[in-house]
């Protein structure tokens, strides 16, 4: 399921734009439709996958509407759709995912989707383990990173901290190929990394508080190859 808000002070763009994305046919998609930007903002909530938002509103414009948003989930997708394309240099001044021309084109559309699905990886969403007779399924978009520490490893999610016996591999082979490891014990999801240096990256906990990894000597080569190529595949 794919949870989408839109907001467009024309209901009937709005509407449209609606209608194509619900068209979709790889996943289902969930739409939520506001004219409110305001409303919009007081209603988003942490399971929305992406947000479509029109530029040019009288209230606010959408690119200082994406900044609100980027607050609240520096991650999300932004989708910025309008009928002028002179805005395009503003608006990736705010992380935006895509620009959409109107009229919009159903085919166009549909790509930009398909990147969203490749960027959120809703295709292998959970992450399955055991501790103790507890079975836990968590989602893979919610881990930040893996510690290990002896036997244990440290699962760290955007809400909780969870807790198993699973060696290095085993991690690894639960996991999709874009999760990287850069120390003995630590391997990162980089849709939460900010930046990184020679020797440690900074990891986003919950869109404010910071937390530095160390990155060893054995994984420094390796963990800027498939960051860079994580970053290319999902151009955000």
Do not use: W
């Not at 763009?13 to 289902?28: F, T």
């Not at 939520?32 to 938002?53: A, I």
């Not at 989930?73 to 935006?96: A, C, D, H």
């Not at 930009?112 to 292998?124: A, F, H, P, S």
């Amino acid at each position: 399921m794919l949870n989408v808000v839109i907001c467009d002070d024309s209901t009937r763009d709005a509407s449209q734009l609606e209608q194509y994305l619900l068209s979709y046919d790889k996943v289902p998609v969930e739409t939520k439709l506001y004219t409110n930007p305001q409303k919009m903002l007081e209603q988003l909530t942490r399971d929305t996958h992406c947000v479509f938002l029109d530029i040019d509103m009288p209230q606010i414009t959408g690119i200082d509407l994406a900044r609100e948003i980027r607050q609240f989930n520096p991650f999300i997708p932004i989708i910025f759709v309008t009928s002028y394309r002179y805005y395009m240099e503003q608006v990736f001044e705010v992380q935006t995912f895509d620009y959409l021309v109107k009229p919009i084109e159903p085919q166009r559309l549909n790509k930009v989707v398909d990147r969203i699905l490749r960027y959120l990886d809703l295709g292998q969403t959970i992450f399955n383990f055991s501790f103790g007779k507890q079975s836990y399924s968590i989602p893979l978009s919610d881990i930040t990173y893996f510690e290990k520490d002896k036997r244990y490893v440290f699962i760290y999610t955007l809400a909780d901290t969870y807790k198993s016996l699973l060696k290095t591999q085993e991690i690894l082979d639960k996991l999709p190929d874009y999760f990287i490891q850069i120390h003995a014990s630590y391997i990162v999801n980089p849709k939460y990394i900010k930046d990184f240096d020679a020797k440690t990256v900074t990891i986003l906990l919950n869109g404010t508080e910071e937390h530095s990894l160390p990155i060893s000597r054995k994984f420094q080569s390796s963990f800027k190859e498939k960051y860079y190529k994580y970053l290319s595949e999902r151009n955000f």
